[in-house]
């Protein structure tokens, strides 16, 4: 959490003003379903106490003025100018502005003063929350009148125009509309979702970051999207009628890809068998069998791994050693891939003890320093001034 009086003192010694508007926009966990969203399937992420900070003030020119914290670094450009740059951070509020001005929406030049607490590269999308955040703040500031789901979708649109990742809906949605104490269990097909209670009762969550994130993660990521994209094309050559995997089963996948391409086949059969692990996950959450969910979790991480290949050696012996210790019911890989965090249902005050237990091996297997980070279930995106 950053303070408010710490952002608008900031603001004011970057920008010599006070801000109009200071908006929170926070970062997302998915208990499971991962790379299912860009498939029209389901996920299960909820917003954490961990969030991206925007302050804005209106300007009289076309100026946009930005300023990141976290870099200690400017970046202008004029309004009517704006195109991707070399320079990463900017390209998220960039991306955002560029939704806005592709739906002829008006706005003028503004101040922008970006802070947050989300660990980078944690795999805890803190780029999300910076589209959602400047999304939903110039939608406060010039009164555009836009839908919490338009925010979210201009954020995922804005991902794919100006940081080149054709990523899905699910971590915009996340951060957008979450509601504390609770899940989304969000149908990535037409956007209908309920909130499930997150209620883990003797069991807290933990994130062990691996604090590596490996260099192609983004293609990786893309090449992932493909593979779906060429076993629903295959399939679509027998049954026109067939959008994305949503509507494909297993058998089809039998005939129609595992002849002709075995490695979009395992790809397409993992995201199949993700959705289905995903409704017996939230099976298990509402009858409140904490065993049953953790497997599914487990079994999401081997899919993950072996078939879906986005898991790497930090991960995976992350997950490994974990599954080791009876107080762990489960543990998976979480997000994208290649690095970031895993997810771990413990039992009650036993995530430090965890951590503990692992971070020796880990050090001494990969020189790395194992974190562990902690959340609470928050409110998705909100004005704090
Ligand atoms: C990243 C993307 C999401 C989703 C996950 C994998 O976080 O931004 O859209 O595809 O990876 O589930």
Known sequence: MIARNILETRFKEVFGKNPDLIVKSPGRINIIGEHTDYNEGFVLPAAIDKAIYVAVGKREDNLINLYAEDFKAHYAIALKGIAPTELSWPNYILGVVQQIKDKELSLSGFDLYIDGDIPVGAGLSSSAAVECATGYALNELYGLSLHRVEIAKMGQLAEHTYAGVMCGIMDQFASVLSKAGHVIRLDCRDLSYTYVPLDLGDHELVLLNTNVKHALASSAYNDRRHACEHAVSLVQAKYPEVKSLR???????DELVKPVSPAAYLKARF???????LNKACEALQTGDITALGEQLFLAHEGLSKDYEVSCAELDYLVEQAKQFEQVKGARMMGGGFGGC?????????????????????????????TAIFVAIDNGTEVVY
């Open 271 to 277: 995201v199949l068998e993700e959705n289905e692990r």
């Open 342 to 370: 895993t997810i771990n249902i413990v039992e009650k005050g036993f995530g430090n003890q965890l951590v503990d237990a692992l971070s020796k091996g880990y050090r001494s297997r990969f020189d790395l320093e194992l």
């Open 247 to 253: 509507d494909v089963n297993l058998s089809q996948l």
